[in-house]
Structures are given as structure tokens and as C-alpha cells.
């Protein structure tokens, strides 16, 4: 096999593993603890993806485990304890958009990934029928909401309503309305996300096989 079509297959090998998939797990503390704080900007690579975390309204925290074992049955987080909060161990609403209250925006730094699912604790309905909702803002070009009239026990919800997208940035917020509020307050914890990488699409293999094509001519002109 000639060196043009060698470096071709391989790379079209290397390309073709399956893509890596991971889920970000933020209910499990082990996983924070990668995290290191740079002035209020938390970094670090879980599950193989290099993430950066801000937020406003507050600090970053993730002590609460009053609800985190609610969804230990799901089997796809750790449930230690709830995820993510800013101030105090939640993300609260504000206001009638997102940027009136907390928020926390979280960043793969290496580039797009494929969002696949979302978990949230502490998602509530209220005695009042009033449900809690979860606002998220991906890459500053839509929203979309997560409703706690589907969570479970705890307030867990996992969800893919909406997804998959390819996104670069998230922000977390919740909005003030009193039909979106379980005790005067509309605010949920950040359990975790499942992520993947994105495939290389079907123009990338035809690039692939084309460069190889190409370096096998040129090989047989010089012989």
C-alpha cells in the first residue's frame, strides 16, 4: 500500500471510531472536585470533556444532598448530591427573562458538542399547582424550557425534549412568574448533562476516500 493511501485509511479509521459519549455528572462530588476556581471561573476536564463554568446573581456551589438520592434509580447519575446552584444550592429566577436572575453559564472549551440530555433536581410543583421550569439559552440563539410537571420524586428530571443540538455554550436560568414557582420562588439544581462529540458527517468520508483516490494516481504517474 502506497504512503497516500495509507495516511488516507488511517485517518478514515481514526475518524470512524464511534464518537465518545459521556455523561457530565454533577451529582457526584468526585467530579467537582476536578473543578479548579480561577477568580470565580471554575474549570476542568469530566468525563473527557474540558468544560468552564461562570456565573451571576452568586457564587458556584454544590454542597445540597437533601434531593440527590431522589434520582438514584434512574441509574445514570451518581445522586450523591443535587448539582449545581449559584449563591446558595440553586439557580433562582428574577425576573421575566433568565439575565434577571442567577445564572450559570457553562462552556466546552474545546469547541461544539452534541447535546443529547439534561437532568435537573429540586424541580418542583407547587401546592398551588404552580410548576417550576428550568430556562435554557444554548449559544444565545434559542431557549428552552423544562417543566416540573414531568419530574419525579425529588424534583428529577431528565429530559431530551428538544435535543439533540450542537452547542458550544449553555446558560442556566429560571424566569420570575407566578405560575412558575413552587414555595415563591422558581429555581432548580444542575444535575448533570450527557454529551457526545460530533460525527464526522458524510462529506467528511467523501473527503476522506477523494484524498485517497488522488494520492493512488499520483503514486502510479511517478511509477
Request: aromatic share 8%; hydrophobic share 40%.
Amino acid at each position: 500500500m502506497n504512503k497516500y493511501v495509507l495516511a488516507a485509511t488511517t485517518a478514515f479509521t481514526l475518524s470512524a471510531g464511534a464518537a465518545q459519549a459521556a455523561v457530565i455528572d454533577f451529582t457526584k462530588q468526585s467530579n467537582l472536585e476536578i473543578l479548579s476556581d480561577s477568580g470565580g471561573t471554575w474549570s476542568g476536564e469530566i468525563a473527557g470533556f474540558d468544560i468552564e463554568i461562570t456565573t451571576t446573581g452568586g457564587v458556584l456551589t454544590f454542597g445540597e444532598s437533601v434531593a440527590g438520592s431522589a434520582c438514584s434509580g434512574e441509574g445514570e447519575l451518581n445522586c450523591a448530591i443535587d448539582g449545581l446552584g449559584v449563591g446558595d444550592d440553586e439557580i433562582k429566577g428574577g425576573g421575566m427573562k433568565i439575565t434577571d436572575g442567577q445564572t450559570l453559564t457553562l462552556t466546552f472549551t474545546d469547541g461544539p458538542v452534541q447535546l443529547d440530555k439534561l437532568y435537573f433536581l429540586d424541580l418542583f410543583t407547587g401546592s398551588n399547582g404552580a410548576a417550576e421550569q428550568a430556562t435554557v439559552d444554548f449559544d444565545g440563539l434559542m431557549e428552552l424550557t423544562f417543566d416540573a410537571t414531568l419530574a419525579n420524586n425529588g424534583g428529577y428530571l431528565s429530559s431530551s425534549d428538544g435535543l439533540p443540538l450542537i452547542v458550544t455554550t449553555l446558560t442556566f436560568g429560571a424566569i420570575k412568574h407566578p405560575d412558575f414557582f413552587d414555595d415563591r420562588t422558581n429555581d432548580y439544581a444542575l444535575a448533570g448533562l450527557a454529551v457526545s462529540e460530533i460525527p464526522l458527517p458524510a462529506a467528511g468520508w467523501m473527503l476522506l476516500g477523494g484524498l485517497g483516490a488522488i494520492g493512488a494516481m499520483r503514486a502510479r504517474r511517478k511509477s
